[in-house]
């Protein structure tokens, strides 16, 4: 089993707390763990001063960035965590429409989404965590 840990230079550097994204190769497959990501750029300037959706469109950035340097695409998803603070249909609706521009066809992966009081720090409004499954030799 082969495993690497990965911290790319296009998502925030947390320093030593975490890694960006964990693969695993198991079996002729590539599993990829993304920690959760929320709507900082690069250098972990907030976008969109408060902007649910300018966090949302961030937070799926980062979430690009983590799956192209783990050699996967959205389409290979398995799994999403959404937790969002202070949880109300207005938000639903935004997540919904990032969510079906980037699953065209509905083939959603599954998907958990909770509301929460708070995130690591007060300015976060969403975090998503997730899980791809690649086959190891589409490299």
Excluded: C
């Excluded at 408060?50 to 960035?65: E, I």
């Amino acid at each position: 089993m082969k495993r690497s840990h990965l911290n790319p230079a296009t998502l925030p550097n947390w320093g030593s707390l975490f890694s960006q994204v964990v693969t695993v190769e198991v079996s002729g497959a590539k599993l990829v763990y993304i920690s959760g990501q929320v709507g900082v750029d690069a250098t972990q300037n907030l976008t969109g001063d408060g902007s649910f959706r300018a966090q949302t469109d961030q937070v799926f950035r980062n979430l690009n960035a983590a799956l192209s340097a783990a050699g996967a695409a959205f389409a290979d998803i398995t799994a999403l965590v959404i937790y969002v603070v202070s949880y109300e249909p207005e938000k639903g609706s935004i997540i919904g429409e990032a969510l079906r521009a980037r699953f065209p066809g509905g083939k959603l992966p599954a998907l958990s989404l909770i509301g929460v009081s708070a995130l690591a720090r007060p300015e976060f409004e969403l975090e998503i965590q997730a899980h791809a499954v690649v086959d190891a030799g589409a490299e």
